[in-house]
């Protein structure tokens, strides 16, 4: 475990602008308590402090898991999220999409989200910007990425992509064992 | 042969003679005589059939004959007869047998013609290798057709006009329309498989159609102008076609292009318009951009409205500042969308919550009821009034009465007091006459009552409305009266009269609207033994509305009613008997009955309403009911001349029994409907009451239709005493109703009713023995437990009471002292039979745990709740033993086990110890800290970079982005508790901010003062230590109070500064006065030393000197003379003090505008100012507190705490107002 070196942290930092935009600085500067980034297995973990300080009693080839994961660097250092995530970007997310129940249960397959399953979108979201997908009991259900902008939206065919799937809360079934 | 009838003979013949009468026309072959007899075998007709050979000739010759002759003593008659039945039977038999034996003309025909079919070559209609249109060799009407087939030429007959012709079809000619209807039965003869005439004609349905006529392989000539077509037309069509490339339509023009279209999982009809939104055709087909302007342009034209109306419909779109609260978007869905909420995967407890039928009404109906209850009420009132006048005019008397008693109740109603027998006097009115209302409307043979009907039926339809979905808890009126009469039962020296007045009077303080409040009403007044069949009831209750809180009823609940019935319907009808024979003495008496009568109904009505309201009752209750019942009787029987009014009541409380025995009767008797019942049981009440007074109006005098019905009717119930109170109503409008009922009623035998009663008295009656020695025991173990109560009570400042002891950790000690020592058992036992602490007061005063039972008295449950959550709290850490101190404390404690008098107190835990661990982890920390810190400062550096801003930008940024999006500013609202809408206040910080430089240039000023001074007066500063350095030996103290307000004052300027409006209340007036006036001085001083500057260049020294000269007198007046005297400007000056003011020139500098005070009066009296200045005078006192410091600093204080609050308030409004909005 160790802490991200710049280039890491600017990728990562690069990848949750996408979707909380500025508001990582709330991750970073947290008014209760000193929060921070940890790099393990590839993965990267956020934590406070004092976990930090806990989780510097055990080794390293024996931790799994501390924190919360926010998603893994591949190969080619590019920076995934992950599902577990999602609890940091709901809340501060600039841009949300709200799927109808309906397709709720299409998206937590894993699907992308359709025009006809859109039930509501944040206005002026731009095509490819991070959103994250709610039910439309404001439930976060998941992120992905907007395939249209807003405008495209309110245009496009019914069974048209209009959000790419990119995690959902149905992996914490689907991929139990390698969520960390 | 014939078979002839010959009628009219003689008895006497025989075959014989028939046979020699009518062979001489021709051979008889056989005589069947037959003799028809009366019931004695008498014959009185005589008849016989002969079968006889007969030429028709002589079959004339014999009935012209022997027809009408007379033979034998008898008239023939004869007439040719069908044959025998077994003759044509055996003829029929022969015919059958003959058919059979015949080979059928027709089919030899068929066979025939096939054979010679077959001969030509023709197998099975078929001819191989022919060519269509050749004939058959041998056969001039059949011919080859299309595939071989042999068919018949056919001649049809065509009738044109006034003309027939014939036309020859050949089948030849249209053989192209002939298709093969080939089956696997190819083989089989056409003959044996004829195909069906549906199957037949199918094909030729629906010619015209485009699809048909593909189906039939024509299809139409292929058209290079509909694809060459523009696209716009294409567009154009599309549109009115529904856009069948993306949906299959049902439109047969449509379908045309659609059939070859694969299409998508489309429901045809739901969203068509609306989704069609991409371009329809694909790119290849659109040939030139003109085309595909056209067509955008018209897909445009046609589309866009209606698509954007849609599309917005169903696509939301939100602001970026949208809220996301799960809460209230459930609750939005609730609301609106259901299709949502039905798939929403809501917590199935929330599902259930929702769906869950409104909780069981065990208390009393809500108040919303009573208003059209009482509509309704009035209306029926009215109704009562008007058939009951109509009917006897003595009646109309009592009704009057009666009227007048419930017009009260209603008034009283209305004006909602809530007395709890105003209340149930309420609940009496309401229910008994609403219901008869709809009982009325229900029975057609009223006359009068129809217009009210309309008014009474809406209104009960109301009411049953509001009763349908509410589980009823039904108590029929003899629970009630039961309550009443084991009262009467204990307190038997008490009138019967006073009953009902007595539980109506004490009633009145307690509010019962709850079940349980109005049987502590009840129960205050009764005697024990009540109360416990009360308690018990109330057990019973319980346990029967968790069972009825969704069903409606239980059988077993009517059983009880049953049996209620049974017993007190034969009271009842004992008592009616009774009653009425006093009655009939009586005419006076009579009148008063009714009246009474009617208040006693009103009041069984009101125990009724209670009824309903509460439960059902327990059998136990019922038999105190016929016990009181039973002396009544015998009262009645006995005093039935010395007391009038007694007798009265009694005859109210046997009318009560009657009408609660036809209710009983008729509750049994209800099959599932409730309501209806009821309101048909209090009709019948009222109706009873109309027939007694009409009883009474017999014999008074008045003659009316009911009467004479009455008379009989009492008869009847003297004789029957279980159908009596039909037999009366009947003679009322009810008769269908009680006819209705009359089947369904089953009293149960009297014997085995009593035996039942008897049984059920005994288990009561030892019951209550059992309930009396528990009670006692439990007082016993009470007072046990109370004694040794006491005992550690006092020693209990022995005890280690923790700080953090409240009352209600005291109490918990309580209970765990009273549990050690066994108490509890019997305080729960006690709570739950808790009658025994009301009924006897003075049992009360033997513990005060038992007066706080008392107050809990029947939430016994919840009591036992509170029991089990002392247990369970019993097993929480205490407060005392949390946290990491509190492991040391337990620690120390387990070193002397459980021993109560070495229980530890946090005052044993040593603090320092811990302190100087937090300070070592402290620092070991802070390098982590540091660590972290800089990690922080490094990513928050990198996050700017990614973002492209600077963190500080980045808030400058936002403030931009927030003026650049538009907003309503009508709609916008101050919410103090956002920070954002801090922009809109005004602030004070910036005049603070400005404040405070100007402070800081104020200070710098007053100290560059001084060191202007310096220069010149570098002696005065030391003169003024002398001043105070006197001041300081004679009162220390009271310099530092000078220094300290001095600092005060300071800071009271800064708050001054900070909180202009609340300054004057915030600091005194004296603090106040000193700011202006400072600035002043400082003024004057800077004109001074503009002066000094002026005036003194190097002439300081013997300046310093000056000052020195007259800051000895001062000394010598100490502090009061620079306050006061004005002779500390005397220039005389003493050389002692100097040594002094050098050793306290550091304590000088905070007190450097004291300094300059001192300053000003001394150049002022050397230079400018003569010595008596008001000015001089006026310049110290600023200095000085007007009032004491402590006040001051009470005053202070007080005012922060009203501070504190205030902002308090302010802030919980402010939270209190963002949750509102948030919910909202």
New interface residues.
């Given amino acids: 475990m160790r802490?991200?070196t710049?280039e890491e942290?600017?990728v990562m930092?690069?990848k949750l602008?996408k979707y909380i935009?500025?508001n990582?600085?709330l991750l970073?500067?947290r008014p209760d308590g000193?929060y921070?980034?940890r790099l393990h297995n590839e993965r990267v973990y956020y934590m406070s402090?004092k976990i930090l300080?806990l989780a510097t009693n055990i080794s390293r080839d024996k931790l799994v898991s501390v924190g919360t994961c926010f998603g893994k660097f591949t190969k080619s250092i590019k920076f995934r999220l992950h599902i577990t995530a999602l609890d940091f970007l709901?809340?501060y997310a600039?841009?949300?999409v709200?799927v109808?129940?309906?397709q709720?249960q299409s998206f937590l397959y894993g699907n992308h989200v359709l025009?006809s399953g859109?039930?509501?979108?944040?206005?002026?979201t731009m095509q490819y910007q991070g959103v994250v997908v709610?039910?439309?009991?404001?439930?976060?259900l998941g992120f992905g990425v907007a395939a249209k902008t807003?405008q495209e939206?309110?245009?496009?065919?019914?069974?048209?992509i209009v959000v790419f799937h990119q995690a959902d809360v149905g992996e914490f079934i689907r991929n139990e064992d390698t969520l960390t | 042969m014939q078979r002839l009838y010959v009628g009219g003979l003689s008895h006497t013949i025989t075959q014989k003679d028939l046979k020699d009468r009518f062979g001489k026309f021709g051979q008889v072959e056989d005589v069947e005589l037959r003799t028809r007899k009366d019931d004695e075998g008498v014959p009185y007709k005589t008849f016989s059939y002969i079968n006889i050979n007969i030429t028709d000739a002589d079959l004339k010759k014999c009935m012209t004959v022997l027809n009408k002759s007379k033979w034998k003593g008898g008239t023939l008659q004869i007439e040719t007869a069908k044959e025998s039945f077994l003759h044509r039977l055996a003829e029929e038999r022969q015919t059958a047998e003959q058919q059979r034996l015949l080979p059928p003309a027709a089919e030899d025909q068929k066979q025939k013609m096939l054979d010679s079919l077959s001969k030509a070559g023709v197998e099975n209609f078929t001819m191989k290798a022919a060519v269509p249109g050749t004939e058959v060799p041998g056969h001039e009407d059949w011919v080859v057709s299309k595939f071989g087939r042999v068919l018949p030429v056919l001649q049809l007959k065509c009738q044109k006009g006034s003309r027939a012709r014939t036309l020859k079809y050949d089948p030849s000619k249209y053989s192209h329309n002939i298709r093969k209807l080939d089956r696997p039965s190819a083989d089989q003869s056409f003959s044996d498989l004829p195909t069906p005439v549906s199957q037949l004609t199918w094909e030729l349905q629906g010619g015209d159609d485009d699809i048909s006529k593909k189906r039939r392989g024509e299809f139409p000539a292929y058209e290079p102008p509909k694809r060459k077509k523009s696209r716009t037309d294409a567009v154009n069509s599309l549109k009115a076609e529904g856009k069948p490339r993306l949906k299959q339509s049902v439109d047969p023009v449509a379908l045309t292009e659609a059939a070859q279209v694969t299409n998508?999982p489309k429901p045809p009809s739901a969203?068509r318009p609306?989704?069609?939104?991409?371009p329809p055709l694909t790119l290849s087909d659109i040939d030139s951009d003109d085309e595909i302007h056209r067509i955008v342009a018209v897909q445009s034209s046609s589309h866009n409205a209606l698509?954007?109306e849609e599309?917005?419909d169903?696509?939301?779109?939100?602001?970026?500042d949208?809220l996301?609260?799960?809460g209230?978007?459930?609750q939005q869905?609730k609301g609106g969308?259901e299709?949502?909420n039905d798939?929403?995967?809501?917590d199935t407890d929330e599902l259930l919550a929702s769906r869950k039928p409104p909780p069981p009404r065990s208390s009393s109906p809500p108040p919303q009821e009573r208003p059209t209850l009482t509509a309704g009420n009035i209306s029926g009132n009215n109704t009562d009034r008007k058939r009951k006048t109509k009917k006897k005019s003595k009646a109309g008397e009592e009704e009057d009465d009666s009227t007048d008693a419930e017009e009260p109740s209603t008034q009283k109603r209305r004006d909602a007091g809530k007395l709890s027998s105003q209340k149930q006097s309420k609940k009496k009115k309401v229910l008994p006459v609403v219901k008869p209302s709809s009982s009325e409307s229900e029975s057609d043979d009223e006359e009068e009552e129809e217009e009210c009907e309309s008014a009474d039926s809406s209104s009960d339809s109301d009411y049953e409305a509001m009763f349908s979905n509410v589980t009823r808890l039904e108590i029929s009126l003899a629970d009630l009266q039961k309550l009443a009469e084991e009262f009467q039962d204990t307190s038997e020296t008490t009138a019967p009269s006073s009953l009902s007045v007595s539980e109506q009077e004490t009633k009145p303080p307690k509010k019962g609207t709850t079940p349980e409040e109005i049987l502590a009403a009840l129960m205050e007044d009764d005697s024990s033994e009540e109360e416990e069949e009360q308690q018990q009831s109330k057990k019973k209750k319980k346990k029967k509305r968790k069972a009825d809180a969704t069903t409606q009823l239980l059988p077993a609940f009517k059983g009880t009613k049953v049996l209620n019935e049974g017993s007190e319907t034969e009271e009842g009808q004992k008592e009616e008997e009774e009653g009425e024979g006093t009655e009939v003495k009586k005419l006076k008496v009579d009148h008063k009955a009714t009246s009474s009568k009617m208040n006693g109904q009103k009041h069984t009505e009101t125990e009724s309403s209670e009824d309903e309201e509460e439960e059902e009752e327990e059998p136990k209750k019922k038999e105190a009911v016929v016990k009181n019942m039973a002396e009544k009787a015998e009262s009645v029987s006995s005093s039935s001349s010395d007391d009038e009014e007694e007798e009265e009541e009694q005859e109210n409380k046997g009318k009560v029994f009657k009408t609660m025995a036809k209710k009983a009767q008729k509750e049994s008797s209800s099959s599932s409907d409730e309501e209806e019942e009821e309101e048909e049981v209090l009709k019948a009440n009222q109706t009873v009451l109309t027939s007694k007074a009409a009883a009474a109006s017999s014999s008074s005098s008045s003659s009316e239709e009911d009467e004479d019905e009455i008379l009989p009717a009492k008869a009847a119930v003297k004789a029957a005493p279980p159908p009596a109170p039909h037999s009366e109503s009947s003679s009322s409008e009810e008769e269908e109703e009680e006819e209705k009922q009359a089947p369904l009623r089953v009293p149960l035998g009297a014997k085995e009713e009593e035996a039942r009663q008897r049984k059920a008295n005994i288990r009561r009656l030892a019951a209550v023995q059992q309930r009396q020695k528990e009670t006692e025991e439990n007082k016993k173990l009470i007072q046990g437990a109370l004694a040794n109560l006491d005992a550690p009570a006092a020693g209990a400042g022995k005890h280690i009471v923790f700080g953090s002891d409240d009352d209600d950790e005291e109490a918990d000690s309580d209970d765990e002292q009273q549990t050690t020592s066994e108490i509890k058992t019997p305080k729960k036992t006690l709570f739950q039979d808790s009658q025994s602490e009301t009924e006897a007061p003075g049992h009360k005063n033997t513990s005060t745990k038992e007066k706080l039972s008392g107050t809990h008295l029947f939430g016994s449950s919840e009591e036992e709740d509170a029991d089990e959550e002392e247990d369970g709290s019993r097993f929480d850490i205490r407060p005392e033993f949390e946290g990491r101190a509190g492991h040391k404390l337990m620690a120390l404690q387990s070193r002397f086990g459980k021993d109560e008098r070495f229980k530890m107190d946090s005052r044993f835990l040593e603090q320092n110890e811990d302190k100087e661990e937090e300070s070592e982890k402290k620092k070991s920390g802070t390098e982590?800290?540091e660590a972290?810190?800089e990690?922080?400062k490094?990513?928050?550096s990198?996050?700017q970079?990614?973002?492209g801003?600077s963190?500080h930008t980045?808030s400058s940024s936002?403030a931009t982005s927030k003026a650049k999006t538009f907003r309503d500013v009508s709609a916008l609202h101050y919410d103090p508790s956002r920070e954002e809408h801090a922009a809109f206040e005004t602030k004070t910080e910036e005049t603070k901010k400005e404040s405070k430089a100007a402070r800081r240039k104020k200070r710098e000023e007053a100290q560059k003062l001084p060191e202007v001074s310096k220069e010149i007066y570098y002696d005065v500063s030391g003169d003024l230590k002398a001043v105070f350095g006197q001041t300081k030996e004679e009162g220390e103290g009271e310099e530092d109070a000078v220094a300290v307000a001095v600092a005060e004052k300071e800071e009271t300027n800064w708050d001054q500064e900070e909180e202009k409006k609340k300054e004057q209340e915030e600091a005194g007036e004296q603090v106040e006065q000193p700011t202006p006036e400072s600035s002043l001085l400082s003024a004057e001083k800077e004109e001074a030393s503009g002066f000094k500057f002026s005036f003194f260049g190097d002439d300081a020294e013997t300046g310093s000197g000056e000052t020195a000269e007259y800051k000895i007198e001062s000394i010598q007046a100490p502090k009061l003379s620079w306050q006061q005297d004005p002779r500390f400007h005397d220039s005389s000056s003493d050389e002692e003090e100097e040594e002094e003011k050098g050793q306290e020139e550091e304590e000088k500098t905070q007190s450097t505008i004291i300094a300059k005070i001192e300053e000003t009066p001394t150049k002022t009296g050397l230079f400018f100012f003569s010595p008596e200045d008001s000015r001089l005078t006026e310049g110290p006192k600023l200095f000085c507190r007007s009032s004491q410091l402590e006040e001051q600093k009470e005053q202070w204080e007080e005012r922060r705490t009203e501070l504190r609050q205030e902002y308090r308030k302010k802030h919980k409004d402010a939270r209190r107002k963002l949750k509102t909005s948030v919910k909202s």
């Fill in positions: 802490p991200l710049e942290t600017k930092f690069e602008s935009g500025d990582i600085k970073v500067d000193s921070c980034f402090e300080k709901a809340p600039k841009f949300k709200w109808k129940p309906g709720e025009k859109l039930g509501r979108i944040t206005e002026n709610y039910s439309m009991t404001d439930v976060p807003t939206c309110r245009r496009v065919d019914p069974m048209s | 998508g969203v609306a989704q069609r939104k991409g698509q954007q599309d917005e169903k696509l939301e779109v939100v602001g970026l949208y996301v609260t799960p209230r978007a459930r869905q969308d299709e949502e798939y929403d995967s809501a982590e800290e972290l810190e990690e922080r490094k990513s928050l990198i996050l970079s990614v973002l801003i963190q980045s936002k």
